[in-house]
């Protein structure tokens, strides 16, 4: 996979979440906990993308015997079957 460098600041708070994921060993560099966030955050945006299209979808075809929740679960199902999730 081709990598972009990138330099980045990042706010004092922002900073003191960092060095303790960086002292738990499970990352080796403060890139491998940005990227580990960027992809969390991508994933996180593709479901809620996913949620709105089916609300809007049901909208569209008044379909109303299923409730939020209920539509959370389907898209997170869909998502999980496209390996989205």
């Known amino acids: ?5 990138k330099s980045i600041t990042v706010t004092d708070r922002q900073d003191e979440w960092i060095q303790p994921q960086l002292a738990s060993g499970r990352y080796a560099t403060d890139s491998q906990v940005i990227r580990e966030a960027i992809r969390e955050k991508q994933l996180r ?41």
């Open 45 to 85: 945006t593709a479901e809620i993308d996913s949620i709105r299209a089916a609300l809007v979808h049901a909208e569209e075809c008044s379909f109303t015997r299923l409730g939020k929740e209920d539509i959370r679960q389907a898209a997170q199902t869909e998502m999980k079957g496209d390996g989205d999730l």
């Open 1 to 5: 996979m081709a990598m972009a460098k």
